[in-house]
């Protein structure tokens, strides 16, 4: 079982913060990831699509034999997460409550930003995440649709891009707000630009970094790591064939060079 795969899927490229940050933290382990990148972004779909997509995506994973699934999209961790656990039995962790757990250990204003796609934020599973935690904190939200497209088109940090993140941004960051959860995986391929544009004070929560931690203890906690001594390898997968997708894994993933891509039919 411990020779079994990390499996990862996302709507496109952003879960690829998810992926760069396990690779990192877990050099041993297999990874197998999924981007939809034919149905992407989920963020604009409602409840149910989002559950039938996640769903498809994680019998692909299941089938190639993992060990651990890794929800690296908010909007299907927001939506599709308790319908994953009831149907498959696999250790399953989605971003938001890593971030959320962050947030908490990071703010001491007890003002938290939250931003993400329009269907995480209508879900309010960040809210009721940090209101677990700290009931007394205040929080503030904020859609940036255009951030997944950025992201995808890999304009990571450029004129238009600075433009779109002050547009979005502005009423957020007169907000006062201390620690701002960027609450989508395709977020942190914009984090140069956010982090310039909200300023020092206040700290920005990459939910890659805090679930690829989870991840590392789950698998310790279960006696599922890779006790070989060997390197990973990395197979990726997409459903539409996007020559942009493999730019930005070759820019994001420094050792992609381990890795295959290949585009498959769900």
Known sequence: MNKGS??????????????REIASKLPKEDIIYLGDTARVP??????????????????FLIDKKIKILVVACNTA????IE????EFEIPVTGVIKPGVEAAYRISKKRKIGVI?????????????????LMPECEIYTTTCPLFVALAEEAMF?????????KHYLEDLKRSGIDTLILGCTHYPFLKKAIGRFMGEDVQLI?????????????????????SE???????????DDSSHFRKTAEIFLDNYANGKLHRIDI
């Open 6 to 19: 990390i499996g990862i899927f996302d709507s496109g490229i952003g879960g690829l913060s998810v992926f």
């Open 42 to 59: 989920y963020g604009t779909k409602s409840e149910e699509t989002v559950k039938r997509y996640a769903l498809q995506n994680v019998k």
């Open 77 to 80: 961790s927001a939506y599709a």
């Open 83 to 86: 319908a994953i656990q009831s």
């Open 116 to 132: 993400g796609t329009k269907a995480t934020i209508s879900s309010g599973a960040y809210e009721r995440e940090l209101k677990k």
């Open 157 to 165: 940090d450029n004129e238009i891009t600075t433009l779109t993140v």
């Open 206 to 226: 990459d939910s890659s970094i805090e679930t690829a931690a989870v991840v590392k203890k789950i698998l310790l906690d279960n006696s599922l790591m890779n």
């Open 229 to 239: 001594n060997s390197e990973g390898k990395y197979e990726i997968f997409v459903t």
